[in-house]
């Protein structure tokens, strides 16, 4: 484990008459210490095509865990229920970065040495609505904008959404028929309002809906997400997450593990799964770390 720092091209923060191109911080609002409240990875970025000024990123952000020194060091990053999606905002191309607080469940204030008793409402450096949901924020964060949906469908005119795609179980007390089937699901979460959603403001952020279609022995895992912001293609506006479909938890014989594509067609509400590859594989050839990306004309491509 290490410590690390989400850096971007940007312009250096506090200088007069920085230029683009140097590395500016992005996750401003973690930490210097402890450990690994410190700590982000496996970062994520998008650009509002509509307003190009506008970029949100995410991350693996472990600022809401208990620190190491927290009770028993063996569990250590990790604290059970507790969010790591951590979430970024810039309104100047990335020259100066936002990442607000909310409040959910965290453990923040579990510095050590006693045993870590996670706080009910306190602050989260990470997505909001899931301790809400039954749900907990597992990070691979992956972002993308695209148009927002109106009375006539989708338009720019009617401003932008934002989607970030994540990784999420259930929360320790919550059960499969209050949530979802399954060991690990992939969640959505929106917002139309950036500039409130960088203030803190909460109601910015819809409730997450769970795009992967789920059973007893799925573990969905590897996602990625993108919106087609092509007013010329048949299929603007629609969004796809692809992810490896892992059949039990990742934990011995994961096997067979397909690539699958859920699309949504009305601004994330709802999502139809489709298997895109052949479920048969072996230890030697598995199935991951996919992309998807739409063109001009509307066709998806999806990668492995």
Same mark, same amino acid.
């Given at each position: 484990? &290490?410590?690390?720092? @989400?850096?971007?091209? *940007?312009?250096?923060?506090? @200088?007069?008459?920085?230029?683009?191109?140097?590395?500016?911080?992005?996750?401003?609002?973690?930490? /210097?210490?402890? &450990?690994?409240?410190?700590?982000?990875?496996?970062?994520?970025?998008?650009?509002?095509?509509?307003?190009?000024?506008?970029?949100?990123?995410?991350?693996?952000?472990?600022?809401?865990?208990?620190?190491?020194?927290?009770?028993?060091?063996?569990?250590?990053?990790?604290?059970?229920?507790?969010?790591?999606?951590?979430? =970024?905002?810039?309104?100047?191309?990335?020259?100066?970065?936002?990442?607000?607080?909310?409040?959910? =469940?965290?453990?923040?204030?579990?510095?050590?040495?006693?045993?870590?008793?996670?706080?009910?409402?306190?602050?989260?450096?990470?997505?909001?609505?899931?301790?809400?949901?039954?749900?907990?924020?597992?990070?691979?964060?992956? @972002?993308?904008? #695209?148009?927002?949906?109106?009375?006539?469908? &989708?338009?720019?005119?009617?401003?932008?959404?934002?989607?970030? +795609?994540?990784?999420?179980?259930?929360?320790?007390?919550?059960?499969?028929?209050?949530?979802?089937?399954?060991?690990?699901?992939?969640? /959505?979460?929106?917002?139309?309002? %950036?500039? +409130?959603?960088?203030?803190?403001?909460?109601?910015?952020?819809?409730?997450?809906?769970?795009?992967?279609?789920?059973?007893?022995?799925?573990?969905?895992?590897?996602?990625?997400?993108?919106?087609?912001?092509?007013?010329?293609?048949?299929?603007? *506006?629609?969004?796809?997450?692809?992810?490896?479909?892992?059949?039990?938890?990742?934990? *011995?014989? +994961?096997?067979?593990?397909?690539?699958?594509?859920?699309?949504?067609?009305?601004?994330?509400?709802?999502?139809?799964?489709?298997?895109?590859?052949?479920?048969?594989?072996?230890?030697?050839?598995?199935?991951?770390?996919?992309?998807?990306?739409?063109?001009?004309? #509307?066709? %998806?491509?999806?990668?492995?």
């Amino acid at each position: 484990m &290490f410590a690390a720092t @989400l850096l971007a091209a *940007g312009a250096i923060v506090g @200088l007069a008459g920085a230029t683009h191109g140097s590395d500016v911080r992005v996750s401003v609002g973690s930490p /210097v210490t402890p &450990f690994a409240q410190n700590k982000q990875n496996e970062p994520s970025i998008a650009v509002d095509a509509n307003h190009p000024n506008v970029l949100a990123a995410g991350s693996n952000d472990e600022i809401d865990i208990e620190a190491c020194a927290a009770g028993d060091p063996t569990t250590c990053p990790f604290t059970d229920g507790v969010g790591t999606s951590g979430i =970024y905002f810039s309104f100047d191309r990335g020259d100066t970065w936002t990442q607000p607080t909310y409040t959910g =469940y965290s453990a923040r204030g579990c510095l050590g040495p006693a045993a870590c008793v996670p706080q009910v409402g306190g602050p989260i450096g990470t997505l909001p609505h899931y301790f809400e949901s039954g749900l907990v924020a597992d990070g691979d964060p992956s @972002l993308a904008f #695209g148009p927002k949906p109106g009375p006539n469908g &989708f338009s720019w005119s009617n401003g932008s959404r934002l989607y970030y +795609a994540n990784l999420t179980s259930r929360f320790p007390t919550s059960t499969p028929d209050e949530t979802f089937k399954g060991f690990e699901a992939i969640a /959505v979460s929106r917002s139309d309002d %950036v500039r +409130a959603a960088a203030a803190g403001d909460a109601s910015a952020w819809m409730p997450p809906v769970i795009a992967s279609k789920q059973n007893s022995s799925l573990f969905a895992d590897h996602e990625q997400i993108w919106a087609d912001n092509a007013a010329s293609s048949d299929f603007f *506006g629609n969004v796809y997450v692809c992810f490896a479909a892992f059949r039990s938890q990742e934990k *011995g014989n +994961a096997l067979p593990n397909p690539i699958t594509v859920a699309r949504s067609s009305d601004g994330g509400d709802t999502w139809k799964s489709s298997q895109v590859t052949d479920a048969s594989n072996n230890p030697a050839h598995g199935q991951q770390d996919c992309w998807v990306r739409t063109d001009s004309d #509307g066709v %998806v491509y999806v990668f492995w």
